[in-house]
Structure formats: C-alpha cells, structure tokens
C-alpha cells in the first residue's frame, strides 16, 4: 500500500497529564476506532488536533510524535489550535452546523458566521500540513465533515495530488442540507477530491441530488460528477471494525475470565446492553422507554433482566447534550424509581467511558445489546458487539447505516416504543438453535465486510478509472 496521509479532528492517541506522569489514551469515537488498525498497516503520517494537555510536551517541535506509543507503527502529526478555533470550528461549526442538520435536527442548528470563518481558517491550517506531508509522496485520505474544505484547499497547493474523502455520517436530503447558508462552498470543496466515501447508497444518492440541485450545470454519468473540469467518484462503502481482532481479544481468557467476576456481580438473570456515545442521535431514551414498557407489560421479567447503559460524555459544552444528559438521567431515576427492588436494579447507567477490557467484558455477558439510533451513518457498536458475543441478540434500528448489511438483526423503528419493547422480550425468549443462527448469519456480514475490507474497497474504487 502506498503512504498514507490520514486527517482527522479527534487524534488516535492522547497525552494527558496524571499528577507528574503522563498517561496516553485512546479517545472514544468511531472514526479513530476504524482508521487506527488501518493505520498500523498503512504506516505514513496521520494529521490530528492535538488536544491533549501533555499532548505538546511529547511531541517534536513539528507536532510529531510516533505511535502507538508502546509499538510505534506511524506519525501523529499534531495540529495545534486555540480554546476559541476549538470553540468554533468543532464544536461551532461541525457539531453545531453540519452534525445536526445531516442528522435531521436542523432545529439544533446554529448558522453562525463565526463559525463558518473559523471553520475555513482551521480547514487551511490542515490543507497546509498535508501539502508539506505530500513532499514525502503518499495519498491523502480525509476523515468526516470536519475538513470539508481541505479537497479544494490542498488541491488549489498541490494539484495533481491524489485526495479522497470519507463522510462518516447520513448525507440528508438535498432540501434538509440546502439549509447550511455555506453549502455552494461546502460543496465546491468536496468536488475537488478524485472521490468521496459514504456508507450507503442512499447517502451517496442524497449527496448527488444535492450536488444537481446546487450546481444545475453538473453532470452525473455512473455515479461520477463532473463539475467544473474535475470528475469526482461517488461510492457507498459501508465501513466495518477489525473482526479478527474484536473476535480473539474478546476469548482471552482474561476477558472469559473478567466477564464472569463481572456477571455475578450483577443481580440479574438476563442482561441487555446499550453502548453509545451520550448523543441525541443515538435514540438512547427511546430505548429506556421501551425497556420500562417491556417491565409493565412482563412482571415477570421483574427482578429478573437489568438494563446497562454505559454512554461516555460527548460534546459537553454544548446545550442540546447538556439538556439530553438530564432527561436521560431524569427518566433513569424514574424508572428505577418505579420497579427497582433491594436487591435489583433496572437499569444500570454508567456515565463514563470504559476501557477496552471492560468492554469486551461487557459485549461478552450481555445477552441482547440494543443499537437504537434514531439515525446514524453506520454505528460500530452493532458490529462489535457481533463480533465478540456468538450467542447474543442483536436489537437494531433500521435508521442505522449498519441496519443495511445487517439484516438478520431484530430490526425496529427507534421510533415504536411498543414493538420495541416486543423486540426485547422476543430476543429473550430466542431459542438457542435461533440464536446460533441468527449470530453465524450476523458474524458472517462482519467479518466478510471488516475495515481491510473497507480500506482496500475504498482504494479499489478510487484507483480504479474515474
Ligand atoms: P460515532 O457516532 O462516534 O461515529 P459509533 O459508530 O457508534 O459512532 O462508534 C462509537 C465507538 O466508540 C465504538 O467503537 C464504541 O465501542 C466506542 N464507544 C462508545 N461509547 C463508549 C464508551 N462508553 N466506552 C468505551 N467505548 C465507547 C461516527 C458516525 C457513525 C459511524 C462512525 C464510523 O456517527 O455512524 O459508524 O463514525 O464511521
């Protein structure tokens, strides 16, 4: 594979201050979930900002620093940005302007002009890392809505580079992003990578219908735009999660054996799952609501089934996820409120994030994990959870990207509180042969489809004659 030059906003690896030492994590995302195994293969240059406090002090004075750190395979390159860029590119900017709209919030939307100026400056501070990086040779693959401007940006410096780009949400309707007063140059600067990355075809569909309606003189022939002297490929690769890895790490027996110090602390015959980041996308509520109806309408199950939330705190500084947070939490408390015992909890709410052990750990003893997005460009957590546990249910919503491949899933609308809560008691009344099958079938989609998959499909169709 030829270098690879990586951007994206969240870094794969941060250096944090703990007391005097430094401790280095990996954030909690899907993004650097997926690229990192890619990464390690790849080798080359991944360019990130660089938000950690210790962050500096661990790299040279170009930002770069070699990871994994107990295993360095490539470079960090980290890109340094100030509290008010920070403010409004990232959380201005990509989680208060394209995040919501392209998630059908648009009422969460905020079009403020100082977002978009940061936005623009921040997406050139990148652009001119990656042309200095493009001296070294290698290809450059953009990560998400964050750097939509980097295509045209670089290109205007580097003309013949290779550039492509992955947008890891929902594109929405071409109406529903027309409402971004900046979309024409939104636009204009994905059109100038060679290709542009969606997880299914009804995104990519979206994306071109949008395309049409802003710029009436483009041309779309086989999924390929021409505009403005450039063609530029548009395909819908779902992405998957190193199968192989979730697979073996999750039968260690350390894990086997943590799993089960973890399920006999928990007073509960059946156990169901919901992992997410703390995100209104992510239909987390929803799913409570149906959990309690699933207790009204089974006494039964009472005493009998807890619920495990663990959502890892996301975007706190923003008001929408502050207000979210408190009618989860509300709604918790009156839940367990109204079933819990002395000696059973409901369900369990873990706020934080959790380490990968832990997870697996998790993923292992749960018999059903609901993925409930109300929308959600693929959701790894769906994949992952398949990939470790080979006799659990998986509950999806059809509103996520993941829901396309995975259709031997008990598949909801997030919406239907009612036939929610009959999922939940058909995957615990599942026979075991049922089971089987429905995981073989499961595990079968994740791992023909894993992330090399995803990576040497992306690098087929974007090598492959435009
Ligand atoms: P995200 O919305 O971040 O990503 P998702 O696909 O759900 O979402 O992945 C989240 C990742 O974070 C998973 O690897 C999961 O294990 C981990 N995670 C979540 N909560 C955690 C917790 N509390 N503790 C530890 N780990 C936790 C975006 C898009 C998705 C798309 C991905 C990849 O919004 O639709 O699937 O990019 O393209």
Same mark, same amino acid.
């Given at each position: ?8 906003n969240?870094?794969?690896y941060?250096?944090?201050?703990? @007391? ?21 293969n ?10 950690g ?8 004075t ?7 750190p ?13 509290q ?6 990232? =959380? ?5 302007? &394209? ?15 100082n ?9 050139? $501070?990148?652009?001119e890392?990656?042309?200095?990086? =493009?001296?070294? @040779? ?9 750097f939509? =401007?980097?295509?045209?940006?670089? $290109? ?21 992003f ?13 059109? *100038?990578?060679?290709? &542009? ?8 569909d ?11 003189q ?5 999924? &390929?735009?021409?505009?403005?002297? $450039? ?13 192989? *890895?979730?697979a073996?790490n ?5 894990i ?7 399920r ?8 169901? =799952?919901? /992992? ?14 149906a ?5 009204e309408?089974?006494?039964?199950? $009472? ?8 959502a *890892?705190p996301?975007? /706190?500084?923003?008001n929408?996820?502050r207000?979210?947070?408190?009618k ?68 999806? *919503? ?21 036939s ?9 009344k ?5 089971k ?5 079938k ?7 489809h ?6 040497d ?10």
């Open positions: 594979m030829d270098r690879l030059i990586v951007i994206s969240r870094e794969p941060v250096h944090e201050y703990n @007391g005097e030492s430094i401790d280095c994590s990996v954030p909690t995302g899907g993004v650097v979930a997926a690229i990192d195994p890619v990464m390690q790849a080798k080359g240059t991944w360019i990130a900002w660089g938000s406090d210790a962050d500096k002090d661990c790299s040279d170009k930002g770069c620093v070699k990871v994994p107990e295993d360095p395979k490539y470079t960090l390159r980290r890109i340094w940005l100030t008010k860029e920070v403010n409004d590119y990232y =959380l201005g900017f990509s989680n208060r302007v &394209i995040w919501p709209v392209c998630h059908l919030f648009q009422e969460n939307a905020q079009f403020r002009k977002y978009w100026e940061t936005y623009k400056s921040v997406n050139m $501070r990148f652009a890392a990656a042309a200095e990086e =493009l001296e070294k @040779g290698g290809k450059v693959f953009i990560q998400d809505v964050h939509s =401007l980097v295509p045209d940006m670089l $290109r205007n410096k580097v003309p013949e580079a290779a550039i492509a780009l992955f947008w890891h949400i929902p594109f929405p309707a071409a109406e529903t027309s409402c971004i007063p900046w979309r024409s140059d939104i636009l204009k600067g994905l059109l *100038s990578a060679d290709m &542009i990355g969606f997880h299914t075809k009804a995104h990519a979206n994306f071109i219908a949008t395309v049409c309606r802003e710029f009436p483009a041309k779309v022939n086989n999924n &390929i735009i021409s505009y403005n002297g $450039r063609r530029t490929k548009i395909a819908a690769i779902p992405i998957g999660i190193d199968y192989t *890895s979730y073996k999750g039968s260690m027996p350390s086997i054996k943590g799993a089960e110090t973890t006999k602390s928990i007073n509960a015959e059946r156990i169901i =799952l919901g /992992v997410d980041r703390l995100d209104y996308t992510k239909g987390i509520l929803n799913r409570f609501l959990f309690e109806r699933y207790l309408s089974s006494p039964r199950a $009472r005493e009998k089934v807890s619920f495990i939330q663990i *890892s996301t975007r /706190v500084n923003i929408e996820y207000e979210m947070k408190r989860i939490e509300e709604n918790i408390g009156r839940i367990n409120g109204r079933f819990q015992t002395p000696s059973w909890t409901p369900i369990i709410y873990i706020n934080r994030k959790v380490d990968e052990d832990k997870l697996l750990m998790l993923y292992r003893i749960a018999d059903v994990a609901m993925v409930t997005p109300v929308i959600d460009g693929m959701n790894l957590v769906a994949k992952e959870y398949v990939a470790v546990n080979d006799k659990g249910v998986l509950i999806l *919503s059809e509103f996520a990207g993941a829901s396309e491949g995975m259709k031997d899933a008990i598949v909801v609308n997030p919406y239907d509180i009612e929610m809560a009959k999922a939940i008691q058909k995957a615990l599942m026979k075991q042969k049922d089987i099958n429905h995981c073989t499961l595990r079968k989609e994740v791992k023909d894993d992330i090399f998959w995803w990576l499909e992306f690098f087929r169709q974007w090598e492959s004659d435009c």
